[in-house]
């Protein structure tokens, strides 16, 4: 248009254009919706100016059908669908906006589980990967003596002195590679980017394709 509305240039004359956009697009991802309430209007009727409201604050009111909303509430005082007007994000089961993370939900709860899950693979990073063998039975005083010159052999970085049965046996315990929990990390991300709508590299995932 050749003349820009002051609503579109400026709708919160307070707060510049950018931060407006920015704080309703973040109130519609995380609370399923903004809500704009209307402080100015011209002599035809129309908006001039908008003001965001928190999310948490409005108690939006449906009528007997739950299919439409009637008014919102705000800090106890009532306002028309016109002066206080939803952004909502996803309508598919409703007149109220819903947040899109609840659309991962099991997804979100299935990669928190993969990470806890391949932590423990850190937790258990200080286990030496191998064990010291007898086959007789050692007495609690003798085995922490033979640990103790074992672990101290180790860490001067000098052989260790074996005696009598005793014999070292070295194992490999499973990795988070090796139990695939890499594969569902990167498979539970790729979701979420994909609900979102968002390219994966942004997020560091590998993609197959675009």
């Known amino acids: ?59 939006p009111i449906l009528d007997a059908s739950g299919t439409y909303i009637t008014g919102a509430e705000l800090n106890d005082r009532w ?3 016109a002066d206080l007007v939803q952004v909502p994000f996803v309508l598919d089961d409703g007149p109220i906006g819903r947040a899109p993370i609840r659309e991962i ?6 990669l928190r589980a993969a990470l806890l899950f391949s932590s423990s693979y850190y937790g258990a ?13 050692i007495p609690k005083a003798h085995a922490d003596e033979l640990m103790a010159a074992w672990l101290e052999a180790r860490d001067k970085s000098r052989p260790a002195l074996l005696t009598g049965d005793l014999s070292l046996q070295p194992f490999k315990g499973q990795s988070a590679t090796d139990s695939l929990v890499i594969d569902a990390l990167n498979y539970f991300d790729k979701t979420i980017c994909a609900v979102f709508q968002i390219p994966p590299s942004m997020t560091n995932v590998v993609a197959q394709s675009s």
């Open 1 to 59: 248009a050749p003349t820009v509305p002051m609503l579109l240039d400026a709708p919160d004359p307070i707060i510049p254009r950018s931060d407006f956009i920015e704080r309703t697009v973040n109130d519609m991802t995380r609370h399923g919706a903004a809500w704009w309430l209307v402080t100015g209007r011209d002599t035809a009727g129309n908006p001039l100016a908008l003001r965001l409201v928190d999310p948490s604050a409005v108690v």
């Open 79 to 81: 306002f028309s669908p």
């Open 105 to 110: 939900r099991e997804a979100t709860e299935n």
């Open 125 to 137: 990073g200080a286990l030496p990967p191998y064990a010291l063998l007898s086959s007789a039975r």
